[in-house]
Antibody, heavy 118, light 113 residues
Framework: EVQLVESGGGLVQPGGSLRLSCEVSGFTLSDHYMDWVRQAPGKGLEWVGRTKNKVNSYITEYAASVKGRFTISRDDSKKSVYLQMNSLKIEDTAVYYC?????????WGQGTLVTVSS | DIVMTQSPDSLAVSLGERATINCRSSQTIFFRSYNKDGLSWYQQKAGQPPKLLIYWASTRESGVPDRFSGSGSGTDFTLTISSLQAEDVAVYYCQQYYSSPCTFGQGTKLEIK
């Protein structure tokens, strides 16, 4: 069974940093694209970024709203994907979800809440 | 970026009746290599993560009731709930995964009339 568990959310001041983790089980991480998607309170879903699989050299892609501030990485040996968030803004406040792609179908974690506030 | 536009924004349907939600992409999302459209439908209930209902525009995810179906091709897609149940009250989103950024529609709120 595919499982994704996010952690690392919390309260951070504007301009601060936070690192989210996504621990996976039930599949071989190196074979799959992994995304981060966020949802601000009461709002819709926003794709944040992606790390491609090993065959595609783990290439990363980002939404324009986070490019240059957020970095996605992965450690296949630890079965984990990470989202390093720097220079955080109030508008980055959201639940952040980890998503695994498997042949066109996406599996989602439960999410972790990030609150950016002074 | 590919823009995904859902209609309507909200919808009220009687129990047992059909509910239809539309999603339009600003450009084609057809994968020639797979001969399929890269479109998913999700259901999100309050306080829960999105749940995958449909992928490749018309493939139902395992465990999803068969009253949910997806159709369409090219740039116009539809999610149909054939007989609305009380537990179907939720917000529904489409997402294209043809190209990054993998954009979502704005969501359609489905309620009971």
């Amino acid at each position: 069974e595919v499982q994704l568990v996010e952690s690392g959310g919390g309260l951070v001041q504007p301009g601060g940093s936070l690192r989210l983790s996504c621990e996976v089980s039930g599949f071989t991480l190196s074979d799959h694209y992994m995304d981060w998607v966020r949802q601000a309170p009461g709002k819709g879903l926003e794709w944040v970024g992606r790390t491609k699989n090993k065959v595609n050299s783990y290439i990363t892609e980002y939404a324009a709203s986070v490019k240059g501030r957020f970095t996605i990485s992965r450690d296949d040996s630890k079965k984990s994907v990470y989202l390093q968030m720097n220079s955080l803004k109030i508008e980055d406040t959201a639940v952040y979800y980890c998503v695994c792609w498997r042949s066109g179908a996406a599996s989602w974690g439960q999410g972790t809440l990030v609150t950016v506030s002074s | 970026d590919i823009v995904m536009t859902q209609s309507p924004d909200s919808l009220a349907v009687s129990l047992g009746e059909r509910a239809t939600i539309n999603c339009r992409s600003s450009q084609t999302i057809f994968f020639r290599s797979y001969n399929k459209d890269g479109l998913s439908w999700y259901q999100q209930k309050a306080g829960q993560p999105p749940k995958l209902l449909i992928y490749w525009a018309s493939t139902r995810e395992s465990g999803v009731p068969d009253r949910f179906s997806g159709s369409g091709s090219g740039t116009d897609f539809t999610l149909t709930i054939s007989s609305l149940q009380a537990e179907d009250v939720a917000v529904y989103y489409c997402q294209q995964y043809y190209s990054s950024p993998c954009t979502f529609g704005q969501g359609t709120k489905l309620e009971i009339k």
